[in-house]
C-alpha cells in the first residue's frame, strides 16, 4: 500500500539551485497538491491540481512551478531556491469531488544554505 | 478568508484523562472538516474526516463533532495514553483549491 509516495526525504541546496520535489500517488486520485510546513504558520497551500493537465495556484505559489501531465505524478519545480524556502514540503492527494479525506506524504525536509 | 484556529495551543495531562481539543473556523460555507495527526518529524496521518452536513464522527477513542453554524469542531479522546502524545491538526475544505490548516494542539500524555 504505497499510498502517496515523495522524493528526497531530505534535501540541501544552495541558493540559487533549482530542483524537483517529486510526488506520486497509486489511488487513481484527481485531486493533488502541495504545501509548505513552517514552524509557527502551520501549513499551507502552494499550488494543486484537480487533473491532469490542470494545475492552480494556492495562498504561497511565488517561486514554484507545478505541472500534471499524469494522474499519478505531480512534480513540484523550485527554480531559484531562496533561504525563504527552507520548510518541510508535503504532497495531498484525494477523490476530491466525492468528499473523502485527503491523503499525505512523509514530507521532503529541504534547506537552502 | 478562512482562517483556523485551535485552543490550546499545548496541552500536557496525566496518562487517562479524558480530553478535548478545539477548532474554530471564520467562513462556515466548508465541505468538510478533517482532524490530522502529526509524530514529530513524521507526515501527517487522518484521523477523522465529517462531512458538512454532518454533526460528528467516532473512531476507537477518538469522537469529532461539528457545529457548522457556529464554526466550531471539536475532537474528544477518552482515556488518554502516552501513545497520544501528538501534534493534532485540525483542517476544513472550503474550496476547490486545498485544505485550510490551524496551526495545531501538542499534546503530551504523561505516563
Known amino acids: 500500500n504505497a499510498g502517496v509516495t515523495q522524493t528526497p526525504k531530505f534535501q540541501v541546496l544552495k541558493t540559487g539551485q533549482s530542483m524537483t520535489l517529486q510526488c506520486a500517488q497509486d489511488?487513481?486520485?484527481?485531486?493533488m497538491s502541495w504545501y509548505r510546513q513552517d514552524p509557527g504558520m502551520g501549513l499551507r497551500l502552494i499550488h494543486y491540481?484537480?487533473?491532469?493537465?490542470?494545475?492552480d495556484q494556492g495562498e504561497v505559489p511565488n517561486g514554484y512551478n507545478v505541472s500534471r501531465s499524469t494522474t499519478e505524478d505531480f512534480p513540484l519545480r523550485l527554480l531559484s531556491a531562496a533561504p525563504s524556502q527552507t520548510s518541510v514540503y508535503f504532497c495531498a492527494s484525494s477523490n476530491h469531488k466525492q468528499g473523502q479525506p485527503q491523503h499525505f506524504g512523509d514530507g521532503t525536509r529541504l534547506s537552502i544554505l | 478568508k478562512q482562517e483556523v484556529t485551535q485552543i490550546p495551543a499545548a496541552l500536557s495531562v496525566p496518562e487517562g484523562e479524558n480530553l478535548v481539543l478545539n477548532c474554530s473556523f471564520t467562513d462556515s460555507a466548508i465541505y468538510n472538516l478533517q482532524w490530522f495527526r502529526q509524530d514529530p518529524g513524521k507526515g501527517l496521518t487522518s484521523l477523522l474526516l465529517i462531512q458538512s452536513s454532518q454533526r460528528e464522527q467516532t473512531s476507537g477513542r477518538l469522537n469529532a463533532s461539528l457545529d457548522k453554524s457556529s464554526g466550531r469542531s471539536t475532537l474528544y479522546i477518552a482515556a488518554s495514553q502516552p501513545g497520544d502524545s501528538a501534534t493534532y491538526l485540525c483542517a476544513v475544505l472550503s474550496g476547490a483549491d486545498g485544505l485550510t490548516f490551524g496551526k495545531g494542539t501538542h499534546l503530551i500524555i504523561q505516563p
Open positions: 489511488m487513481n486520485h484527481e485531486y
Open positions: 491540481s484537480v487533473g491532469a493537465g490542470i494545475t
